[in-house]
């Protein structure tokens, strides 16, 4: 199968990342069937795809036809058997293994024996999700950047099991959303995350000690290393829980302790200061909102 031949695709997960997904892809002219859990998570992520191109149509990046033809290309269900007959499948679901093999189970009786399923996730090992599905030769990780219709880059991942054609394919796909692929091995982060993870959990240790403020921080690494957003900037923009979780992640599967969240992180989130989405992280919302960018999950 090549990338020319598809014409429809499927999205599973309609969150922040699902929503870029099935955006860029309608904006490339694939056919887009979305399957999330209730039709409010679609309500959500629907009106985020249209401000997103109402804010792309404002700076002429593109029409009103253009925006009017991507809409309507996307359609929603919370029926997974919507996915039947689709040959290519992105799962952006919650990022929990056993969430994901609840998904997979259900997309396996209805795939097709072709049926590629490319998982968006930024820390769970794709080698162990492809061994939950029928074809693990047909399973590859395509770990895209938030906000995925600005960022550039996507990570393309093989599992042990997956075959050659699968990765290649990926690699196509990737190209034809009009995004830049590497591809690296299996391991705890991939490329991105790998280096990015320990530097934002370095920063609030850096917070904690009192060597100096988020703001300085966050400032001294936008002026002094050209960084889009600080380390701060960029969790509240993320979500703060997400940060922590993949860290302890990462922790569980190296043991290193670089990738061990501080205490601060854990307190936070207990707290509920998530950052942008709940008002509230390492700065305060409206009154300090971050640059919107960068490089991150």
């Not at 939950?132 to 399973?139: E, G, N």
């Not at 990780?141 to 990570?155: A, C, D, I, Q, S």
């Not at 703060?240 to 599967?253: K, L, S």
Request: with cysteine; net charge neutral; hydrophobic share 45%.
């Amino acid at each position: 199968m090549k990338v020319e031949e598809i014409r429809t695709i499927g999205v599973a997960g309609a969150g922040s990342m699902g929503a870029g997904i099935i955006q860029t892809a309608a904006q490339s002219g694939f056919e887009v069937k979305v399957v999330d859990v209730s039709e409010a998570v679609w309500a959500k992520a629907q009106k985020a795809i249209s401000k997103s191109l109402e804010r792309m149509l404002a700076k002429e990046k593109i029409t009103a036809d253009q925006m009017k033809e991507a809409l309507g290309r996307i359609s929603f269900s919370t029926d997974v058997n919507t996915l039947k007959g689709v040959p290519f499948v992105f799962e952006a679901v919650f990022e929990a293994i056993g969430v994901k093999k609840e998904f997979f189970a259900k997309l396996d009786a209805v795939a097709g024996d072709d049926t590629v399923y490319a998982t968006n996730t930024s820390s769970i090992s794709i080698t162990e999700m492809a061994s939950l599905v029928k074809r693990p030769a047909k399973f590859v990780g395509m770990h895209f950047f938030n906000p995925v219709p600005m960022m550039k880059l996507v990570e393309v991942i093989p599992a042990l099991q997956t075959e050659q054609a699968t990765t290649g394919l990926a690699l196509e796909m990737a190209a034809k959303l009009g995004k830049t692929a590497i591809t690296c091995k299996d391991t705890p982060g991939f490329v991105v995350n790998r280096l990015l993870v320990p530097y934002m959990l370095d920063a609030v240790r850096l917070l904690e000690s009192g060597t100096a403020s988020a703001q300085d921080i966050d400032t001294a690494m936008k002026l002094g290393c050209g960084m889009p957003m600080g380390p701060f900037e960029l969790m509240d923009f993320t979500g703060v829980e997400i940060a922590y979780h993949v860290g302890n992640i990462f922790f569980d599967y190296t043991k290193e302790s670089r990738f061990s969240p501080p205490s601060l992180m854990q307190k936070m989130v207990k707290a509920g200061y998530l950052g942008k989405k709940t008002s509230k992280g390492f700065y305060d919302y409206p009154a300090k909102p971050p640059q919107e960018g960068g490089a991150v999950r």
